[in-house]
Each structure stands twice: as C-alpha cells, then as structure tokens.
C-alpha cells in the first residue's frame, strides 16, 4: 500500500507527528472491488469489531471476490447470513494456507489464513435463549464474541413457559462473573425481561422473529423488549444476533481492559 508507505515515511521525517499519522491510517484502509464493494480493512483497528460480509442477497462470486481480498489484507474473514451455495464456493475457491470453519446453525463461515490465531481478551459473554428455535440467531451473537477473542457460555432452551429452567444456567453465569449476557426470544418476548431483574450485569436483548398471528414476524417481541420495566437491559434489531455480539463484545473486552489494568 505505497499511500501508508508514504505516511510512515513522512512520520520517519518528522513532517507528521505519530498523532497525524494515526489519523491517515485511520482513514485509509477503505478499498472498493471493482465496483462492487467498498471493503473496510481497518474497522477492527478502529472500532475492535472486523467489517463482516453479509452474503445474504449477494452473488456467490461477488461474497467469493469480497472475502478472498479482505482475506490477504487481515487474514480473517467473517461470512454471514450463507446460503448452502455460499458455503460450497467458499470452500471451493479457498487457496492454500486457509482454513475454513462453517457454523450452519448461524449461518456463518469464518475463513483464516493458517497462521492466524485469536488472541484472548478475557471477556466473558453469556448466551442465553428462550427457545431451540432462537438458537441460529444466538449462535451468530457467539461466533461474533469468539472471533473477538471472548469467552462465551451458552444455555438455550430456557422459556418463562418452563422458567424453573432459566435458574440453573444463570446462576452458573453468575458465578463466572461474565461482563454481559445476550438473551434471544421470540413470541412474547419475556426471557430478557426476566433475566435482567435478576442480574447485575448489562443484558443485550435480541427479538427473533419466531411468532405468529397478531404481531407476527417477531414485531409483538421487538415492541414488548422495548417496553421492558426491567433496568439494564438494551434491546437490538430483530434476529440481529450479529448486532448483539458486537455490542457484547466491545462491552465485555473493555470491561477485561479494565480488569486487567
């Protein structure tokens, strides 16, 4: 890249100060693909989360072109939202060097350079769903909070219809002492709820859209999370697990900052 050779060059000279020099960088990592994608190199340097390529919608040679140059530029790649199609050219098209992990719950592909490894952050997020049928949504929060280097506990299937279920799992959470904790529901929505009057800890709420009739689509839960009277609880879009793991993860890694320090 000869446009950050010439800013460290320059910052070598002294004709930019390492303040300077850090706000060119900041800003140069943008590349488009012939005409097809603005693709942001930086976004993790910048903001601790990688830009992450969403396939849903897009042609499988355009999700292929995207993420094999992201590739060589940050040897990680975050795929989500992947048809059957999508993970069949990932695969066919990776080169040498390259690994590739699929999560088919989530709908997701992670594709690293062999030499890439996540480093630990010590943050610690738990995953907690309402139903078996929230779990894809919970898993794309999960796969987000791991490649952040997180440690992320998990226990679905934890419905108010059945709430003596809910109190095994949270108190194992609690005596993890994770940072944040994720919670996904549909229907009515009540499981965040529920969570975040019991808990200490900020709770990210996620609607999915396993509901029908009045209110279908997931609308009745994304409006009855809006409406809790529960404290600490914030709420993300509608099957927006993605949304929901990076909100976790820049909680829970500067809360592990901190610690630390």
Do not use: W
Not at 65 to 70: A, K, N, P, Q, V
Not at 200 to 221: C, D, L, Q
């Amino acid at each position: 890249m000869s446009a950050l050779k010439d800013i460290l060059e320059k910052t070598a000279k002294g004709e930019l100060t390492v303040e300077e020099a850090e706000k060119l960088v900041r800003v140069l990592a943008v590349a488009e693909l012939e005409g097809v994608a603005k693709i942001d190199f930086n976004r993790e340097q910048r903001k601790g989360i990688p830009e992450i390529v969403l396939a849903e919608n897009k042609a499988a040679s355009d999700v292929v072109d995207i993420t094999l140059r992201m590739m060589r530029e940050s040897g990680r790649v975050i795929v989500s939202r992947c048809s059957q199609e999508h993970f069949k050219v990932l695969k066919d098209a990776l080169p040498k060097g390259v690994s590739l992990q699929v999560n088919e719950k989530a709908r997701m592909a992670v594709i690293k350079k062999t030499d890439f490894a996540v480093k630990s952050t010590g943050g610690k997020i738990g995953v907690l769903t309402a139903g078996t049928s929230d779990i894809p949504v919970a898993e794309e929060a999960k796969v987000v909070a791991e490649e952040m280097g997180c440690e992320v506990y998990t226990s679905y299937d934890l419905g108010v219809a059945g709430i003596h279920r809910l109190l095994s799992p949270l108190k194992d959470l609690i005596m993890k002492d994770v940072d944040v904790i994720v919670v996904v529901a549909g229907r009515e929505g009540a499981l965040p709820s529920v969570v975040a009057g019991l808990v200490n800890v900020p709770i990210i709420a996620v609607p999915t859209s396993n509901s029908y009739g009045f209110g279908e689509k997931g609308v009745s839960t994304l409006m009855a999370m809006l409406q809790s009277c529960s404290l600490g609880l914030a709420v993300v879009n509608i099957d927006a697990g993605v949304a929901a793991g990076a909100v976790a993860t820049l909680i829970a890694n500067r809360a592990a900052k901190f610690r630390k320090s």
